[in-house]
């Protein structure tokens, strides 16, 4: 935390921003994090007085400082479960999501395995045990080596309600705590799969996926997530303590505009229709 403090003040510092204004905290999701971070670089610019503070941790991270009241903006990956929002009843908080991108939660290969798609019935089977060689799917003789998300994040929630359909994951997967992680253990393991937002996949390729034996077998990018035809494809969100005013509300406001949505697009996240986000900005 204490570096991406430093990192932000050192962005303000050398744009000449002045320090007396508001401070604004945003915490969660590490699928989310390179794009709180580019938000607020972009937004810092525009806006000199203001300092934005981003880090990551999780979407489960960001839930429970939101409802702590340490940070002002959840990031998350997936909605709040239904415990989560008792917890916030209790405490006297009505929590107030936003939608801010789209993305599709993709599935690395390792750029020498030669398979070229999965089917989501193939994928449960990997993560819970079923299929543990790679010829079962297409591929060479030898033992899949699985990687995927702690349990604090959303795109492990998200992943194992959609493609594991809830049952758990063995516990041969080795679960590494952030995207970057597995797509790096991915890149470098020849027998190796991950998965994660579409952004993230540098040195690694993409498994196109299928919805069943009969569907075509689609790649994930900012077309097929937008149309709903990529079948892992899911909203990301901010959250607030309640529905958001002053700064806060410029702030979200700018994000939904034209502006930020292209800056969402620019870092190969998947923006919202205009209509998606302008029904959303705050008046």
């Not at 000199?48 to 990956?77: K, R």
């Not at 591929?139 to 990687?147: A, N, P, R, S, T």
């Not at 393991?189 to 075509?216: C, L, M, P, Q």
Request: hydrophobic share 40%; aromatic share 8%.
């Amino acid at each position: 935390m204490k570096k991406v403090i430093l990192i932000v003040l050192a962005l303000a510092l050398s744009a000449g921003y002045v320090f007396s204004g508001q401070t604004i905290t945003i915490k969660g999701s590490d699928t989310l994090v390179r794009l709180g971070q580019r938000w607020a670089e972009e937004y810092m610019k525009e806006n000199p007085g203001t300092i934005i503070q981003v880090s990551g941790g999780g979407s489960g991270t960001g839930i429970a400082a939101l409802l702590n009241g340490t940070t002002d903006v959840c990031e998350a990956s997936r909605d709040m479960k239904a415990k989560e929002y008792k917890l916030a009843e209790r405490k006297g908080i009505t929590p107030y999501r936003v939608s801010v991108a789209l993305d599709g939660i993709s599935v690395y290969l390792n750029v020498k395995n030669p398979v070229k798609e999965l089917s989501l019935a193939q994928l449960k089977g990997m993560y819970t045990g079923a299929i543990t060689n790679w010829n079962e799917v297409g591929g060479e003789d030898h033992v899949i080596i699985l990687y995927g998300r702690e349990n604090n994040s959303g795109t492990y929630a998200f992943f194992k309600k959609r493609a594991l359909l809830k049952e758990d994951y063995t516990e041969k997967t080795q679960a590494l705590p952030g995207t970057a992680a597995v797509v790096n253990a991915v890149a470098q393991d020849r027998y190796g799969i991950g998965y994660g937002g579409i952004a993230w996949a540098k040195g690694v390729k993409f498994a196109a996926v299928r919805e069943n034996d009969d569907s075509d077998a689609i790649i994930p990018s900012v077309e097929t997530v937008s149309n709903g035809s990529y079948p892992i494809s899911r909203d990301l969100y901010w959250f607030f303590s309640e529905k958001p005013t002053g700064d806060l509300q410029k702030l979200l406001n700018w994000c939904l505009s034209t502006k930020g949505q292209k800056v969402s697009a620019s870092i190969d996240y998947v923006p919202l229709s205009d209509v998606k986000a302008q029904a959303q900005v705050l008046k």
